[in-house]
């Protein structure tokens, strides 16, 4: 076992000025990523800010098989977070990120390291306690790894480089399907030749989640953040849980039934899931609840309708704030969606049933890859 101070190096990440940093793009600026950038192992790039070039060091700019890690954040969950830099980029990252910068023969190895559950192990060890925040450059460096053979190290990095080559593929199959659907909505619906309302006048209840700040446990009801609705999608992955009771009297203001629709209003606002299950669980208050008037609008209808260009660019106009964005209640309910006849509704659920059979054929196949790809996880680092 090789102690990873041995053949890596550390870059910390640089606190600007508020002066220094904008949110749109422009000579002499120098994208800035920050720990939201890295999502499920890759950067993303939607939702970045600049900073002034002249306040950006070399050593600050992202290189290839570098590994950027959120190594400070308000959530243990988020702690550790890691992507892999694919090329050389004049993109620099902020106070609450580092790069871990490994030595040429061991990078693609190591990147695949800083994914794995075992590297997720020791840093939530690490990250315990006091430090329950933040990495120090020490809990990276005392980390250890078996750095196997050559021959063995190229074997894994190109096996998992394969099976993550096809979850990809599966993943934009998915997405295909998604776009037949928004396709099918715009053929339907896409011309307002139905007229429309504001939400406030085809829906039984428009609220958000709770206010208060709940007792978190262990184990128990699952309670969701933003976070799980940002595929459109309602997920129950969760690393925050509250009681039977707390959930009792939760509930009460949100008597969620099957068929309601979640809609992230904070934020990453615009994103929209339907409960389609009564597994209970509670959210916070960056997410609207919304329960249609089922005599006049279908729930996968009303889904589609706000996730719609149409709706987005509603929400665009009436969203308030520049760094944390929020659409408020009193909008969401001068949001105008179509209302065609129910019967053209119900055709459009039907499809949309039709489609997500075959999404989950393909999720299906995408899950027993990630269950290989944990298997050669397991085997490689342990």
């Known amino acids: 076992m090789v102690k990873l101070s041995k053949i890596i190096t550390q870059v910390r990440g640089v606190s600007y000025k508020p002066n220094d940093v904008i949110l749109e793009k422009k000579a002499g600026y120098t994208c800035l ?6 999502d499920r192992g890759e950067l993303k790039f939607d939702d970045v800010v600049y900073v002034d070039s002249a306040r950006v060091k070399n050593t600050q700019l992202l290189r290839a098989e570098d590994i950027l890690i959120c190594a400070s954040s308000g959530s243990r969950h988020l702690v550790g977070k890691a992507a892999c830099v694919i090329g050389d980029m004049n993109v620099t990252f ?25 590297y997720r192990m020791q840093i939530s060890n690490a990250s315990a306690g006091v430090n329950i925040n933040n990495i120090r450059a020490e809990d990276i460096d005392n980390m250890e790894i078996d750095l196997l053979t050559v021959k063995q190290r190229e074997e894994a990095v190109r096996k998992l480089n394969a099976i993550t080559h096809l979850i990809s593929l599966r993943q934009r199959q ?15 619906f896409g011309e307002c030749k139905y007229g429309g309302d504001p939400l406030s006048n085809v829906c039984k209840l428009i609220t958000d989640g709770t206010h208060q700040s709940p007792q978190f446990v262990d ?18 992955d969760t690393e925050k ?29 615009g994103h929209a899931g ?48 520049i760094a944390q964005k929020t659409l408020n ?25 039709e489609v997500d059979r075959e999404k989950e054929r393909i999720q299906r196949s995408a899950a027993l890859l990630e269950t290989l790809k944990r298997s050669l996880m397991q085997q490689y680092f342990g």
């Open 174 to 188: 998915a997405e295909k399907l998604d776009e037949l659907v928004k396709a099918r909505f715009v053929e339907m």
């Open 274 to 321: 339907v409960v389609r299950t009564d597994k209970p669980f509670c959210f916070q208050r960056h997410i609207a609840y919304i329960k249609p008037d089922f005599s006049k609008l279908n729930s996968e209808f009303l889904h589609q309708a706000l996730l719609s260009d149409a709706v987005k660019y509603q929400m665009e106009k009436r969203v308030k704030g």
């Open 329 to 353: 209640l009193s909008e969401l309910k001068k949001i105008v969606v179509p209302i065609p006849p129910l019967v053209l509704q119900t055709e459009f659920s039907h499809f949309v049933h």
């Open 33 to 38: 990523l920050r720990a939201n950038n890295i």
């Open 94 to 118: 902020g106070a609450f990120c580092k790069v871990i910068r490994p030595l040429a023969e061991y990078a693609p190895f190591l990147g695949w390291f800083f994914k794995s559950p075992r």
């Open 219 to 236: 184990a128990g009801i699952p309670f969701l953040l933003v976070s799980n609705l940002v595929h459109n999608e309602i997920t129950y």
């Open 241 to 269: 849980f509250i009681s039977k009771e707390s959930y009792q009297e939760l509930i009460k203001r949100t008597p969620v039934e099957i068929g309601d629709i979640l809609l992230s209003i904070v934020g990453s606002y």
